[in-house]
């Protein structure tokens, strides 16, 4: 082709290009619009023009992460993506620290920012709906999807994920709040039902489903696969519409997981929105002859679209590209993030002898063992697995940080080649690398509470090697140590450290940053000794059977096993600190390279019930190196009717301190933090009388305590 006759061409497709990237640039980040007389108006115009089998056809997905299309009211399809640590189903992309690592750093402004981050990912990969955050409560430490949830205690749950749902959504992202409501186990999971009372429903597994829709305005919720006593989420009546739409008003829109919908009637009656990824259930040629029979309501489905339609409008995602162009695929913004949420979430849980920090100047020769050592360990395995570019491992990470003096040995196992284990011996440190991986700690298994298979030994067998072995440990809560806790000198958590996982370790090992996480789960001894153990399986004699239609139009029948929740509200360390018995490690422990004191509390002698009731104190660095340490304010109600856990979180900080600095904190309590449900009246309470008021940094460690009387 003539060079000189294509110019003008080109000159023409540069001047499009040109003013195309314009108009993109002027789509950037924003936040949903707040509903209007005019949204509602072009929502109830656009179902005007639908005939009842096109509604019926948007209440299901498409091409297994879209809404369908419907080109005859000129509505595109939108796409979704998994995420709870990064945006999972459109290729490589930054893996962060999140789920039970966001937890352990205890960390809202962190929560936000980490929002924002997944936020412009997924406006980068024109994604609409985020399919997360995921807020299950860490009951049981099997459960294989506590890596991607948060903790076991519904405040902290709650209190991160409202900034987190806020920052995904001022990008223009619609956030995923799931899975509603129970999913707290895997096994079995769509024939299970979780068996509870609405008490412990309401103060445990609840709360920050409630704070996702009445705080942060999520704008969509996913059901679960799970029953909850005996209903499948996505039909269930009292989630749905009593409390979802009903008490919490939720305008959004509510999915299902996919293929979690069971019953097309039941759900188009019961709150559900849209069957995803396909209408196996709700579709014509199950709904149309329920609303010629009377069995659903038109208008039924109309309330569907319109908070469809709603929620799009709200976004403007039908009159802008989802993609930002001030937004990178490859973000190495941030890649900060990231390395930000590892350094914060690795947890210390022991340090005996104050064998760290290493001191890089004095290090020489060092080994690094274990199968999590090498390649980088990001993430547990399923549906919220991200596939990180360059994901950092800990032999890369502690190689950068060390340099090319110091001499680096690595081995997945034992070392037994000539020479390797007087060379373990030799070593100034050993890092022991253990722990579970996408392929043992994953969605739809359940894990075991002892670490895989041979990696008990290797411990064992390099710590009698080498006494200076440093363990890390790769979960998404506690596992089994009772073999060589007590013959290694220091033991480091790591949850799912995300892509700069390697990194963080490497500069948390040498001291380049303190560590400053808290664990937001209880570490039992024995799996024997955690308080759910043995209402774990369900008894095969309470099995029941459920009669349903299959997709195919077939009668089909499941048995459902039923867990109960005879644990009730002793989850965790309700139940250690209410029986007066001591895990391996307490919910809120974690370890630092300086120490942390507290004093000067100031807490009211008496308030009104249910008047905000403000708590200060003075949190003082009393170490030597910069920190952060996490206050934590716990309540007990000693005067109470009812049986109550001897004490809740209800409030924390976390406070940065120079050595020797002091600074004042001031934690406001509202009515909910002295309230119980009262079952029988069907409301909140508080039962007038003395409260205790403990401060601290642990759930066993509150070393501050005042009492307050509510009248």
């Not at 807020?135 to 099997?142: G, H």
């Not at 024939?191 to 609840?206: K, Q």
Request: proline fraction near 6%; glycine fraction near 8%; charge should be negative.
């Amino acid at each position: 082709m003539n060079s000189f006759k294509s110019l003008p061409n080109l000159s023409a497709f540069s001047l499009f290009l040109a003013l195309l990237l314009a108009g993109c640039l002027s789509v950037s980040a924003q936040a949903p619009a707040p509903d209007s007389p005019a949204i509602e108006a072009q929502a109830h115009a656009m179902i005007a023009k639908l005939t009842l089998e096109q509604k019926i056809e948007l209440l299901g997905g498409v091409d297994n992460m879209f809404t369908r299309p419907m080109p005859s009211i000129s509505l595109p399809q939108f796409k979704m993506s998994d995420a709870s640590v990064g945006v999972r189903t459109w290729g490589p992309t930054t893996a962060y620290a999140g789920g039970v690592a966001l937890a352990a750093t205890w960390d809202t402004d962190f929560a936000r920012k980490l929002g924002e981050s997944l936020g412009r990912d997924a406006r980068a990969r024109n994604v609409n709906f985020l399919l997360g955050p995921g807020v299950n409560i860490a009951r049981s430490p099997l459960s294989g999807r506590n890596f991607e949830y948060l903790s076991e205690d519904p405040f902290l749950n709650a209190a991160l994920v409202v900034p987190f749902i806020e920052g995904v959504q001022s990008q223009g992202v619609a956030a995923t709040v799931k899975h509603f409501a129970l999913n707290d186990q895997e096994f079995n999971r769509h024939n299970a039902s979780a068996d509870v009372d609405e008490r412990t429903m309401r103060e445990i597994y609840l709360p920050a489903f409630e704070a996702a829709v009445t705080k942060a305005h999520v704008d969509a919720v996913m059901d679960s696969y799970n029953l909850v006593n005996g209903v499948h989420s996505t039909q269930n009546d009292f989630l749905n519409l009593k409390l979802l739409r009903g008490e919490w008003g939720f305008q959004g829109v509510l999915m299902s997981d996919w293929d979690a919908t069971y019953d097309g009637v039941a759900a188009v009656n019961n709150g559900l929105d849209l069957e995803m990824p396909s209408p196996k259930f709700m579709n014509a040629k199950n709904l149309v002859p329920a609303v010629q029979s009377g069995q659903v309501k038109e208008s039924t489905i109309n309330e569907h679209l319109l908070r469809l339609f709603r929620t799009e409008l709200r976004y403007g995602f039908t009159d802008r590209p989802q993609f930002d162009p001030a937004d990178s695929t490859y973000s190495v913004r941030d890649r900060s993030v990231a390395l930000q949420g590892a350094l914060e979430s690795i947890t210390l849980l022991k340090n005996e002898g104050n064998l760290l920090p290493l001191d890089p100047h004095k290090v020489k020769s060092i080994a690094i063992i274990g199968p999590d050592a090498y390649p980088a360990v990001t993430g547990g395995g399923g549906s919220s697995e991200a596939h990180a570019f360059e994901p950092v491992s800990i032999v890369t990470g502690i190689a950068n940080l060390l340099g090319p003096d110091v001499h680096i040995f690595y081995s997945a196992g034992i070392p037994d080649g000539p020479g390797q284990k007087e060379l373990v011996a030799q070593a100034d440190a050993v890092i022991l690398s253990v722990g579970f991986s996408a392929a043992t700690e994953r969605e739809g298994a359940d894990r075991t509470f002892t670490l895989p298979p041979g990696e008990d030994a290797l411990i064992e067998t390099v710590a009698a090697i080498n006494p200076r072995t440093i363990v890390t440990i790769t979960a998404g809560g506690g596992v089994d140590t009772s073999r060589w806790l007590d013959k290694v000198p220091v033991l480091l958590h790591t949850w799912y450290p995300g892509q700069e996982g390697g990194t963080a370790v490497a500069q948390i090992l040498f001291g380049q940053h303190d560590p400053e996480a808290k664990l937001p789960v209880s570490f039992d001894r024995s799996w024997d000794q955690n308080p759910s153990s043995k209402w774990y399986n369900g008894d095969p004699k309470d099995n029941t059977t459920l009669h349903t239609i299959g997709a195919d139009g077939q009668p089909k029948d499941y048995t459902i096993e039923h867990i109960k929740y005879g644990d009730k509200l002793m989850v965790g360390y309700r139940y250690w600190t209410t029986t007066g018995k001591h895990p391996l490690f307490p919910f809120g422990f974690g370890l630092s390279y300086t120490t942390f004191s507290f004093s000067k509390l100031d807490v009211p002698a008496s308030a009104a019930s249910g008047s905000a009731v403000n708590v200060s104190f003075d949190v003082t660095n009393a170490g030597s190196v910069a920190g952060a340490d996490v206050a934590q304010l716990y309540v007990s109600d000693p005067s109470a009717q009812v049986d109550r856990p001897e004490r809740e979180l209800k409030g924390f900080a976390k406070v940065r301190l120079d050595p020797g600095e002091t600074r004042p904190v001031t934690i406001s309590l509202d009515a909910r933090a002295f309230s119980y449900w009262d079952e029988p009246g069907q409301k909140w309470i508080i039962d007038p009388g003395k409260f205790t008021i403990r401060v601290g940094d642990s759930s066993e460690n509150t070393p501050l305590q005042a009492d307050i009387d509510l009248h």
